[in-house]
T-cell receptor
Framework: DAMVIQNPRYQVTQFGKPVTLSCSQTLNHNVMYWYQQKSSQAPKLLFHYYDKDFNNEADTPDNFQSRRPNTSFCFLDIRSPGLGDAAMYLCATSRGGGIAKNIQYFGAGTRLSVL | GDSVTQMEGPVTLSEEAFLTINCTYTATGYPSLFWYVQYPGEGLQLLLK?????DKGSNKGFEATYRKETTSFHLEKGSVQVSDSAVYFC????????????FGKGMKLTVNP
């Protein structure tokens, strides 16, 4: 049973055309994360929400935004995608609040192509 | 800052061969350590974890021991299978304030029949 669901699995957009990726979870976890993973590289954390508190990484470009309207859903908005933004985008969740509760559960990812 | 260094590969093994993937870390305090696996076209799955020194994590025949004295968390499996073909990431969970996963660069393993 999928617990962290990302839609779509594959997304193609045009250079400069805004795109939104979605993530939902059935785990009722407090924390939701967005990572960017480029080919043959480690995932790189973009930002995360702890409940409604948004935490942006210092080196995340302003072009990337996020919304979390409720516990279950989190969105990644790329306002003006460039060719360098083509990557796999991974959503993850965790319960938060201590080491034992901080195991992160990942979705299958959305592979974004920018034409 | 905190960091993870691991063997990058790619590595190709024959079925039933012994596997070791080295992982060392640099961190303040006593981080939790993880191995994640990523099968082709999928997201990351937690393979095993250890939260304190000398803990041994194990799952699906894989093992790793948290060695504080050598700041290492090497992954081992005695006999790999074709189905173990994947990318393996070593990671640590930073401590204090906002806890985050810091990943190594990953190692691609291919197991041939």
């Amino acid at each position: 049973d999928a617990m962290v669901i990302q839609n779509p699995r594959y997304q193609v957009t045009q250079f400069g055309k805004p795109v939104t990726l979605s993530c939902s979870q059935t785990l009722n976890h407090n924390v939701m994360y967005w990572y960017q993973q480029k080919s043959s590289q480690a995932p790189k954390l973009l930002f995360h929400y702890y409940d409604k508190d948004f935490n942006n990484e210092a080196d995340t470009p302003d072009n990337f935004q996020s919304r979390r309207p409720n516990t279950s859903f989190c969105f990644l908005d790329i306002r003006s995608p460039g060719l360098g933004d083509a990557a796999m985008y991974l959503c993850a969740t965790s319960r938060g609040g201590g080491i034992a509760k901080n195991i992160q559960y990942f979705g299958a990812g959305t592979r974004l192509s920018v034409l | 800052g905190d960091s993870v260094t691991q063997m990058e590969g790619p590595v190709t093994l024959s079925e039933e061969a012994f596997l070791t993937i080295n992982c060392t870390y640099t961190a303040t305090g006593y981080p939790s350590l993880f191995w994640y696996v990523q099968y082709p076209g999928e997201g990351l799955q937690l393979l095993l974890k250890a939260t304190k020194a000398d803990d041994k994590g194990s799952n699906k025949g894989f093992e790793a021991t948290y060695r504080k004295e050598t700041t290492s968390f090497h992954l081992e499996k005695g006999s790999v299978q074709v189905s173990d073909s994947a990318v393996y990431f070593c990671a640590l969970l930073t401590q204090g304030g906002s806890e985050k996963l810091v990943f190594g660069k990953g190692m691609k393993l291919t197991v041939n029949p």
